[in-house]
Nanobody
Framework: QVQLVESGGGLVQAGGSLRLSCTAS????????MGWFRQAPGKEREFVAA????????HYLDSVKGRFTISRDNAKNTVYLQMNSLKPEDTAVYYC???????????????WGQGTKVTVSS
């Protein structure tokens, strides 16, 4: 089982940027599709972005398209989420997830990190 650890969260003003990282251990990340999810206070967890093992395919939540970019560096066993033009409604705990399959936003993720908190102030 792959273990995932997120980092890079914090407090940022609206319009600012953050880059989240998710580093894997225990297994080679190149075999996994990876995704980012988020959960805002009082809301259900929602899909944000996903990337196939070879980075050929990516999928995004409509509300983050053009602002967020998911990428991966398999040599570093790390996946990133670059978040630009952040809005207060992006405030949430962001989770990294891994899967041995890929189906875009419908991917069934099997491994989860503990989350990193992102707060966007207005």
């Amino acid at each position: 089982q792959v273990q995932l650890v997120e980092s890079g969260g914090g407090l940022v003003q609206a319009g600012g940027s953050l880059r989240l990282s998710c580093t894997a251990s225990g297994r080679t990340l190149s075999y996994y599709s990876m995704g980012w999810f988020r959960q805002a206070p009082g809301k259900e967890r929602e899909f944000v972005a996903a990337i196939s093992p070879g980075a050929t395919y990516t999928h995004y939540l409509d509300s983050v398209k053009g602002r967020f970019t998911i990428s991966r560096d398999n040599a570093k066993n790390t996946v990133y989420l670059q978040m630009n033009s952040l809005k207060p409604e992006d405030t949430a705990v962001y989770y990294c997830a891994g899967s041995t399959s890929y189906n875009g936003a419908r991917t069934r993720f099997e491994a989860w990190g503990q989350g990193t908190k992102v707060t966007v102030s207005s």
